[in-house]
């Protein structure tokens, strides 16, 4: 496993959590990050990316004033801190490695994905 995944939870609407991603074997110092969401019944959708330094961040509108996604180079770990959650917050989170240095929304950019770490939302 290269990416993994964890700080999923259960957490009622307006509450927060965080999200890491740990770098295992292969490092991806220079490569972008990113998260990615699958709730039941849908495709898997861009959430947030940061590039290879953190100096560049990108989010999907719908989280935009409440995620913030950052990285620790010096550990090799990435973060989504995730605040106000909501119920339509509720999938799957993927972190993932880009294949380039700089933000990225695509799938198809993706190199490496980590396992997911499930955030459910009550209302």
């Known amino acids: 496993v290269q990416l993994q995944a964890s700080g999923g939870g259960l957490v009622q609407t307006g509450g927060s959590l965080r999200l890491s991603c740990a770098q295992r074997?292969?490092?991806?110092?220079?490569?972008?990050m990113g998260w990615f969401r699958q709730a039941p019944g849908k495709e898997r959708e861009f959430v947030s990316s940061?590039?290879?330094?953190?100096?560049?961040?990108d989010y999907v509108d719908s989280v935009k004033g409440r995620f913030t996604i950052s990285r620790d180079r010096a550990k090799n770990i990435m973060y989504l801190q995730m605040n106000n959650l909501k119920p339509e917050d509720t999938a799957v989170y993927y972190c993932?490695?880009?294949?380039?240095?700089?933000?990225?929304?695509?799938?198809?950019?993706?190199?490496?994905w980590g396992q997911g770490t499930l955030v459910t939302v009550s209302s």
């Open positions: 940061v590039s290879w330094n953190g100096g560049s961040t």
């Open positions: 074997g292969r490092i991806f110092s220079n490569n972008a």
């Open positions: 993932a490695a880009a294949r380039f240095s700089d933000v990225v929304r695509f799938k198809a950019d993706v190199s490496a």
